[in-house]
């Protein structure tokens, strides 16, 4: 499975947006990119996933670079519930199994 | 109601016992999915299985057994739990046509 890397950790101030990177030079042209994010004391919950062009949805965007060898998740506002770990995945199109390969991710740390 | 739901919640539990983590789903998605979660660190696959006649093996199955009893159950088995057992684990579910997974509230696993 593809590798990903993203930053240890990121601090933002509240209603301000916030700008997670992830890098994943060795992407395949199969790989999907999915962003999930798990909340203190619960299980992961999906946020968003894209192939090649940027994609928006109610909780995220989502920019990929056009040589797709990173992205970045965007929190247009961000709230205190928005406190979380962010895991950047990549997922192999014509995996069968759609087995998630979690990194450490990134700890967001949103303050008042 | 929660749609996918993990009992029990909690367990402590000696060096040596069987111990069984159930999960349950209401989703009517075929795949379901057992990780594990060590403090610190992102999720790890114990398991996963496309429908109730199959059962796959992912990166950490040692020592793990488990059942899918029917489309909506899915079980995960330590027959001799040990310390380094302890964890946070997580069932998922997901439709063979999406790739979006969608998580259970997690058994917190202590095995003294």
């Known amino acids: 499975d593809a590798k990903t890397t993203q930053p240890n950790s990121m601090e933002s101030n509240e209603e301000e947006p916030v700008h997670l990177p992830c890098n994943h030079s060795?992407?395949?042209?199969?790989?999907?990119i999915h962003w999930y994010r798990q909340l203190p004391s619960q299980g992961p919950e999906y946020v968003i996933h894209?192939?090649?062009s940027n994609v928006n949805n109610r909780m995220a965007s989502l920019a990929i670079a056009e040589d797709r060898k990173s992205s970045t998740l965007i929190l247009h506002r961000a709230t205190l519930r928005d406190a979380a770990v962010y895991y950047c995945?990549?997922?192999?199109?014509?995996?069968?199994?759609?087995?998630?390969?979690f990194g450490q991710g990134t700890r967001l740390t949103i303050n008042p | 109601d929660a749609d996918v739901t993990q009992t029990p919640r909690n367990r402590i539990t000696k060096t040596g016992k069987r111990i069984m983590l159930e999960c349950s789903q209401t989703?009517?998605?075929?795949?379901m999915y057992w990780y594990r979660q060590d403090p610190g660190l992102g999720l790890r696959l114990i398991y996963y299985?496309?429908?109730?006649?199959?059962?796959n093996k992912g990166e950490i199955s040692d020592g793990y057994s488990v059942s899918r009893q029917a489309q909506a159950k899915f079980s995960l088995s330590l027959e001799s739990a040990i310390p380094n057992q302890t964890a946070l684990y997580f069932c998922?579910?997901?439709?063979?046509?999406?790739?979006?997974?969608?998580f259970g509230p997690g058994t917190r696993l202590t095995v003294l």
């Open positions: 894209g192939l090649t």
């Open positions: 299985s496309f429908d109730v006649k199959d059962i």
């Open positions: 989703k009517g998605h075929d795949r």
């Open positions: 998922a579910t997901s439709d063979f046509r999406k790739g979006e997974q969608f």
């Open positions: 060795t992407i395949s042209g199969t790989d999907y």
């Open positions: 995945i990549l997922r192999d199109v014509w995996g069968g199994a759609q087995k998630l390969v």
